[in-house]
């Protein structure tokens, strides 16, 4: 699985965060969770107001100038309850705001157990005012919550305040405010004029709406989905957001979940496209798998509008055809249903590729932990759906990993594969390519062969640590010789999200990334030195998008071109993370090869179904 983070663990490990002074770099004190039932047992019931309201709370800040303090007596009506999962709670509003557009009128009470109010109740709260960091070490911003509450409900049924409306005409264009001499934005004062993270900061807790909202990342297994609240982000092809540039991230993008469990209200299952017509409201929440979130109160009806998926175009009896597709996490241990999905993407989408590079092939077992590094079974049953698709009966060929030493869900050791079809390609085999040995390169010009076939690229250099090693391949069309790469590097698990609290984020992971393509330019080059003519094919999950440090690198002095930049720009994008349609996934071909079709399908990362959470891609040459 790629994705612009690690694999998210749910609400259930989060931690609190209880700010004891003014100063954000060292003064964070983490607690544990309230134990469910004993929130607020220490604090009386408050019986009038006390003299702060939830704008003094908030702050012009992110962090608030009553955290780590008692409160007492605030006054509001609810406006949400959250009764499941492991954040249990509920919104509060005063009805009655200041004239000060940065101070929120919202606030979360954090309980704990089930809340026992309901939404219009007018209440008082006691309790103390609380930071909360979902992922404080991952650089997510704060939630101000009270913490430990007692309340007392003051009348039932009361109207609640008008929400604000979420829109092109008040969302800023900017994305970020500039961090203090710290890299943070905690301290620095809320412009909401003029940033979208301070407007969403200064709504935070409070009601929001949307309206006729296009969905831009389908439903997930969560029960929650994207829209895009501004309608002046760039829009892909296909209707989602396309993430362009470090600089200049979306800034209309937000989450949306329900407060009602599923159990009693279905969630809309979405794809890309489809619309949430009319209202949708609730609180605006913080959480670390996304950002800014309305909690939604009330949803509006979804609109299908019929997303299909591609099927690319049927290649010529000549041309070469050479496919990428991250399979995310296969093993003979899945349901049949899997495999015959992606066995249908493979025949039906994809037309039945000569070649068909596979990221994240596991081992026979998956993710059982005990030594198994073979992946015959995982391939073998692979290659059997496809057959049963009606696709060709696929040969193959791969290099067991070491034991761990790849990356990926522990003892799932994955790995990419070649598949070929044997009766329009030949693969070259070589023999010595073991999972320690470094392919190398032989001869000059026409008699310029791998050292190995299959291979790995410099599997000991320190940029594969704990990382997939790319695996190389001679084939034969037609022939005509072409060496083809298949790639997956290092995810980008650890980076801070593009709503961090620091700005701007560290996106960490890079460096590796950086250093693995420097090792396979330097290999490619090699093959150049070679043959100038060499035909070479690069390709994979590179988890990285096509205007990053690692791209540059890997094309550095033309030895290899990536093909998505040749693609219309509003069809760049293999990947949708975050509500960001963007790219992972690449095609590089050397310059002999300059006639090149790329296409890549869109069947998996815009829909609520997927088999993969990736587009696949392909490539029709003429060598």
Do not use: C
Not at 143 to 154: M, N, R
Not at 159 to 167: E, F, G, H, R
Not at 576 to 601: R, T
Request: hydrophobic fraction near 35%; proline fraction near 7%; charged fraction near 20%.
């Amino acid at each position: 699985m790629s994705t612009a983070s690690a694999p998210r663990p749910r609400r259930a490990v989060l931690l609190r965060a209880s700010l004891l002074s003014a100063t954000v770099a060292a003064s964070l004190v983490l607690v544990p969770l309230p134990v469910a039932g004993a929130a607020g047992a220490a604090v009386p019931a408050p019986t009038e107001a006390g003299p702060l309201r939830i704008h003094d709370i908030q702050g012009t800040t992110r962090i608030s100038p009553q955290a780590g303090k008692p409160v007492v007596g605030v006054p509001g009506v609810v406006t949400g309850v959250r009764a499941y999962g492991s954040v249990k709670g509920f919104w509060l509003q005063d009805p009655n705001p200041d004239a000060d557009p940065a101070t929120s009128e919202g606030v979360f009470v954090y309980t704990g157990s089930n809340p026992t109010v309901k939404v219009g109740d007018s209440v008082l709260v006691s309790g103390k005012v609380t930071e909360y960091y979902p992922n404080f070490a991952g650089g997510s911003q704060s939630i101000t919550e009270i913490t430990g509450p007692a309340v007392t409900v003051l009348s039932a049924g009361n109207p609640l305040p008008a929400p604000v409306v979420v829109d092109t005409r008040n969302i800023p264009g900017t994305y970020a405010p500039p961090a203090a001499a710290d890299g943070s934005v905690d301290s620095v004062a809320l412009n909401p004029e003029k940033y979208a993270l301070d407007f969403y900061e200064s709504l935070e807790g409070m009601l929001v709406q949307v309206k006729d909202v296009r969905v831009v990342q389908a439903t997930d297994k969560y029960n929650e989905l994207w829209v895009a609240a501004d309608r002046q982000d760039q829009r892909s092809q296909r209707g989602g957001l396309l993430y362009e540039s470090y600089r200049e991230p979306n800034v209309g993008r937000l989450m949306v979940q329900q407060q009602a469990p599923v159990t009693q209200q279905p969630f809309p299952v979405a794809n890309v496209g489809d619309v949430l017509t009319g209202a949708t409201t609730g609180p605006l929440d913080y959480n670390q798998f996304g950002g800014y979130t309305l909690v939604a109160g009330t949803l509006g009806a979804l609109q299908d509008n019929h997303l299909q998926r591609e099927v690319t175009a049927q290649a010529g009896e000549r041309e070469l055809t050479i496919a990428t597709y991250n399979v995310e996490n296969l093993a003979a241990t899945n349901p049949d249903a899997k495999f015959a999905e992606l066995a249908q993407g493979v025949v039906t989408n994809l037309r039945s590729p000569d070649v068909v590079a596979l990221e994240e092939i596991q081992d026979d077992n998956g993710s059982k932990n005990d030594g198994t590094v073979g992946a015959s079974r995982t391939v073998a049953k692979f290659v059997e759906a496809i057959k049963a698709a009606g696709g060709p009966a696929y040969d193959w060929r791969s290099i067991d990993p070491e034991d761990g030493k790849d990356g990926g869900e522990p003892g799932g050791n994955i790995r990419q594969v070649f598949l070929f079809n044997p009766q329009r390609v030949s693969f070259t085999d070589i023999p010595g390519g073991t999972a320690t040995t470094a392919v190398g390169v032989t001869g000059t010009g026409a008699t310029t062969a791998l050292t190995a076939s299959p291979g790995r690229i410099e599997p000991g250099d320190e940029a594969w640590t704990n990382s997939r090693k790319p695996l190389v391949g001679q084939f034969s069309f037609r022939g005509k010789k072409v060496f083809v790469i298949a790639n997956h590097f290092n995810s980008k698990g650890g980076d801070q999200g593009i709503d961090s609290r620091f700005q701007a984020p560290t996106r960490g992971s890079e460096v590796q990334r950086l250093k693995q393509a420097t090792v396979e330019q330097a290999f490619v080059a090699k093959l150049l030195a070679a043959d100038k003519e060499a035909k070479v094919v690069s390709l994979g999950d590179f988890n990285d998008y096509q205007f990053s440090p690692a791209l540059a690198a890997l094309t550095k002095d033309g030895v290899l071109r990536d093909l998505v930049n040749e693609l219309p720009e509003k069809e760049q994008y293999s990947y949708v993370y975050q509500g960001n349609s963007q790219v992972l996934d690449h095609i590089l071909v050397s310059p002999e090869l300059g006639y090149a079709k790329y296409d890549v399908v869109h069947i998996n990362a815009e829909f609520a179904k997927q088999a993969s959470d990736h587009d696949p891609q392909v490539v029709r040459l003429k060598p």
